[in-house]
């Protein structure tokens, strides 16, 4: 059988090295000491894209940002910028949007600051939004807790001493724990992805978040995707490695065809978190405890996805075969055909593959907050066609190679 052998990158996002600045003092990179709290008439953004920078002599309100140079603490922080005072607490590297910057080490008491600087940061925020953490689907747990579990747990503690409310970014598939645990027996000894390590962080993250005495809103997406309309995201992910197998010409992929990849574009999932800060800030006692960002109803199938890649890839000229599915919940994936015989490169990536299909569910539909009366302001509910259309533009950006 034919499989994977025109594949040439892996799944998972290439991590370059960055050298990590020497801390500066946090009242060096810190707006006024006056706070703002004439705050109800913060108009929403609308316009995400856009780069504009604010009026100096407008009191904005601060928000205390992490993740700002990930991908989804990007789109966070630009869709922020026009409306929010945007301070990045900084980690490996620089932010494109935020206002100011102050380095920080998520796994250290007080994020590594003394108590000085500690309480000057707490003093200026009016709103924390924790968007840092570790995402990749490797099994060093001990990173996953030093960076997912204590970084949420320090950045609940500066929630709670700046008297201001959390946004702590999480995930859907938390809810899909039972699934998870269940199928990763059916994952190979020595596959590189380990979900399930990553799901346990998450929701422990969320525990350490609930027993904190800060006033905290849960944001759980589904799988992030490239922008509405454009596709375009500073890094692939996971996902992005499953379109180029298919773009490869792979004929098989390891996951069931009923089950549900449920995906958010990120400028959708920043507007979204943009409305729920402006919330926070005008009427914190009206900010939900959870909103779940997802397609729910709207998400398409593994076999729905595949379809896409094949019409769009048709669309550009390119014949692909139809692929078929190795279910690993059903068979594992040493029954599939003629598994010792593959080239190893081929096997490794369809147990990756097979890894990320256990966090994935039994093919149930995600609940989704969007469009519900929690937050009036916030993105509509996506449907079946958009989420069609999103996929197809994520398609499109991988076939241009990016551009």
Known sequence: ?????????PLTPVRVPVVVPAPMPASAALPSPARSRDLASIPLPTDTT?????????????????GASGVVGEAIARALRPIFRVVALRGRRA????????????ASPRLGL????????????????HAGGRA????????????????????????????????????????????????????????????????????????AV????????????SVVMGDTGTGWIPEHQAVHGHIKMLLGGARTSACGPHQRLDMVPRDLLARTVTALAVVAVRDSGRLPALYRVCAGAAAPTCEEFAQQVVETARGAGLQLPQPEFH?????????FPKWASLPERAREVLAIQAAGSTILGAG?????????????????????????????????FVLTGGR
């Open 210 to 221: 609930a027993a904190s005495d800060a006033l905290a809103c849960v944001v759980r997406p």
């Open 364 to 396: 149930e539909v995600f609940p989704t907050s969007l469009g519900g009366h929690e937050l009036p302001d916030g993105p509509p509910a996506l449907t079946l066609d958009q989420a069609l259309r999103n996929l197809d533009a994520d398609i499109r």
């Open 1 to 9: 059988m034919n499989t994977l052998y025109r594949l040439s990158e």
């Open 95 to 106: 932010s494109a949007h935020a206002h100011h910057e102050v380095p920080v080490d998520l």
């Open 136 to 207: 990749c689907f490797d099994d060093k747990a001990d990173d996953f807790h030093c960076v997912n579990v204590s970084g949420s747990r320090r950045m609940a503690e500066l929630a709670h001493d700046a008297d201001a409310p959390l946004i702590h970014i999480s995930t859907a598939f938390v809810d899909h724990i039972e699934h998870a645990r269940e199928a990763a027996a059916t994952i190979p000894g020595d596959c590189a992805a380990r979900p399930l390590t990553y799901l346990e962080s998450k929701i422990a993250a969320e525990r």
């Open 327 to 335: 279910d690993p919940a059903k068979a594992p994936l040493v029954e």
């Open 50 to 66: 856009s780069s504009a920078r604010h009026d100096p002599s407008t009191e904005l309100p601060v928000v205390l940002l992490t």
């Open 114 to 129: 003394d108590s000085s600087a500690w309480t000057e940061l707490a003093a200026r925020a009016d709103v924390v939004v």
